[in-house]
């Protein structure tokens, strides 16, 4: 069974680009959230994704945006990059809106330069 | 304001030198409580939930603790592999799977 997957692993970026992560969860899930986790911090949520729609969102901009396709899997789209926004992106995925465990993929690492 | 903190930031233990990280919360409502294993530059990998004051679970070496204001990750006599960032998360108050996490306890073992 395979687990949460998130592509790329690793990307490098200019200020002022833009970039798109993705993220397919694992088998059997519908809900999909987006994390940065900065190094030395915790993950800090960014939206949840289910039944296509953005269910909840963190204190981050609009510069954050994201989708979920009918499959569940989902994309994280950052425009105008900063140097802050160099950090681990994480995907997790769980079953329905609910507080069950939510399984993590193993992060794409984006580096602002 | 919904908060989780987690102490000591670091530990250092010898192999087989049983010791406890604590996370304290604050969040309106508790709907669980979940501890996560984290190795450097990988996702956190899921190791407990704990819903209900009173609840244990155990897993190999730890076993965690919930009481109404803090949970206790215990590791009895850990060995090198052991050696992990320990997260744990609450849901924010009134949300449904937001979670917020705490900064981490980086656990070191020596063999």
């Known amino acids: 069974d395979a687990g949460v997957t998130q592509s790329p692993t690793h990307l490098i970026k200019t200020r002022g680009q833009q970039v798109t992560l993705r993220c397919s969860p694992k088998?059997?899930?519908?809900?999909v959230s987006w994390y940065q986790q900065a190094l030395g911090q915790g993950p800090q949520f960014i939206f949840q994704?289910?039944?296509?729609?953005?269910?909840q969102r963190g204190n981050f901009p609009d510069r954050f945006s994201g989708h979920q396709f009918p499959n569940y899997s989902s994309e994280l789209n950052v425009n105008a990059l900063l140097l802050g926004d160099s950090a681990l992106y994480l995907c997790?995925?769980?079953?329905?809106?609910?507080?069950?465990?939510?399984?993590f993929g193993q992060g794409t690492r984006l580096t602002v330069v | 304001e919904d908060q989780v903190t987690q102490s000591p930031e670091a530990l250092r233990l010898q192999e087989g030198e049983s010791s406890s990280l604590n996370c304290s919360y604050t969040?309106?409502?508790?709907?669980?409580l979940f501890w996560y294993r984290q190795d450097p530059g990988k996702g956190p990998e899921f190791l407990f939930t704990?819903?209900?004051a009173g609840e244990e679970k155990e897993k190999e070496r730890l076993k965690a603790t919930l009481t109404k204001k803090e949970s206790f990750l215990h590791i009895t006599a850990p060995k090198p592999e052991d050696s992990a960032t320990y997260l744990c998360?609450?849901?924010?108050?009134?949300?449904?799977?937001?979670?917020?996490f705490g900064k981490g306890t980086k656990l070191s073992v020596k063999p």
């Open positions: 997790a995925s769980r079953w329905g809106q609910t507080n069950t465990e939510a399984f």
């Open positions: 088998s059997g899930h519908d809900t």
């Open positions: 994704y289910y039944e296509e729609e953005e269910r």
């Open positions: 969040v309106s409502g508790l709907r669980g």
């Open positions: 704990l819903y209900s």
């Open positions: 998360a609450v849901p924010r108050g009134g949300s449904q799977g937001n979670l917020i």
